[in-house]
């Protein structure tokens, strides 16, 4: 039902700056909430930063006040400006969506779906 195509990772010198985007597309449905993972190599799946569709976010420690999360709800699209990029900000970076289906019931069911990822290689 829903698909997720993220863009604009890549490789950059410690200190620089990318910008991931991740948009949405397929049928029908209403966003609750977009997120970045990331997953370095040996460690476990992080949440960087989550943003629900009224505006509140949440950053992790370690990307506090580097990392900007936002959204266009028109779009369906999530981005992540990333600044002051870090070597141990490298790793392969996931966009997660949140959607709701309203059904013929009055109830709504909620579904998760994931993109595929995208490398982000921080130089030292």
């Known amino acids: 039902q829903v698909q997720l195509v993220e863009s604009g990772g890549g490789l950059v010198q410690a200190g620089g700056s990318l910008r991931l985007s991740c948009a949405a597309s397929?049928?029908?449905?209403?966003?609750?909430?977009m997120g970045w993972y990331r997953q370095a190599p040996g460690k476990q799946r992080e949440l960087v930063a989550a943003?629900?569709?009224?505006?509140?976010?949440n950053y992790a420690d370690s990307t506090k006040g580097r990392f900007t999360i936002s959204r266009d709800n028109a779009k369906k699209t999530v981005y992540l400006q990333m600044n002051s990029l870090k070597p141990e900000d490298t790793a392969v970076y996931y966009c997660?969506?949140?959607?709701?289906?309203?059904?013929?019931?009055?109830?709504?069911?909620?579904?998760?779906?994931w993109g595929q990822g995208t490398q982000v290689t921080v130089s030292s």
């Open positions: 997660n969506v949140e959607v709701s289906v309203r059904f013929s019931d009055g109830y709504d069911r909620k579904y998760n779906y």
């Open positions: 397929g049928s029908m449905f209403s966003i609750n909430a």
């Open positions: 943003i629900t569709s009224g505006g509140s976010t």
